[in-house]
């Protein structure tokens, strides 16, 4: 995950809107993704972006990718304590995927 | 079926055995991943197989052997592991490689 960063932390009340960050390096990555991970679990892939789109939404979600800053976020609106979990964001790189280190959402009431 | 499984749930292994994991899926996927995860940190490659073929080995020491026996399973074959071995071992599939990947649920493996 050195090529892909995002902040570590993220404590947001319940009905609220979450909006985690990544910058990642590689200007020819074709897709970005957004993995959720509840403890204990394996990964869940919660959407993607191809490279060549400014945004995507998908009910709760939308991702904003800005390719000429390399940054890349994820808003989930109306925020539930089932959002509590760790959001990784990954970057598709030669057959690839280069994770960031994951943020730890926290649903507080 | 849209889903990746994997058995078992839960292992614990000492230094000495042998042992496997094993991955399923039923989705016609071509490409299928071995990832190992260390508590709070994100999931590591270790090998890819694309069309029941070794594609990438990241440099995984030999007592991790894996395994294509069809285009539905993947194993890893464990032998004589040492006690930083124990994590979470997750395997993946996609349609082909460079295609989005679906994860299994993961294997909690112990080394004592």
């Known amino acids: 995950g050195e090529d892909v960063e995002q902040s570590l932390f993220l404590s947001v009340r319940e009905g609220d809107s979450s909006v985690i960050n990544c910058t990642y390096t590689?200007?020819?990555?074709?897709?970005l993704y957004w993995y959720k991970q509840e403890p204990g679990a394996g990964l869940q892939l919660l959407t993607y972006?191809?490279?060549?789109?400014d945004m995507k939404q998908d009910q709760r979600l939308t991702v904003l990718l800005n390719k000429k800053d390399k940054h890349l976020s994820l808003r989930i609106a109306d925020t539930q304590t089932g959002d509590s979990a760790i959001y990784f964001c990954?970057?598709?790189?030669?057959?690839?995927?280069?994770f960031g280190a994951g943020t730890t959402v926290t649903v507080r009431a | 079926d849209t889903e990746v499984t994997q058995t078992p749930k839960h292992l614990v292994m000492g230094m000495t055995n042998k042992k496997s994991l094993k991955c399923e899926q039923h989705?016609?996927?071509?490409?299928m991943y071995w990832y190992k995860q260390k508590a709070k940190k994100p999931p590591e490659l270790m090998f890819v197989?694309?069309?029941?073929?070794?594609?990438i080995n990241e440099s995984v020491p030999s007592r991790f052997s894996p395994e294509c026996p069809n285009s539905s399973l993947l194993n890893l074959h464990l032998h004589a592991l040492q006690p930083e071995d124990s994590a979470l071992y997750l395997c993946?599939?996609?349609?082909?490689?460079?295609?989005?990947?679906?994860f299994g649920p993961g294997t909690r493996l112990t080394v004592l």
């Open positions: 993946a599939s996609s349609q082909d490689k460079g295609n989005e990947q679906f």
């Open positions: 590689d200007s020819s990555s074709t897709y």
């Open positions: 972006i191809f490279s060549n789109m």
């Open positions: 990954a970057e598709l790189e030669f057959d690839k995927l280069s």
């Open positions: 989705m016609g996927h071509r490409a």
């Open positions: 197989y694309s069309y029941e073929k070794l594609s």
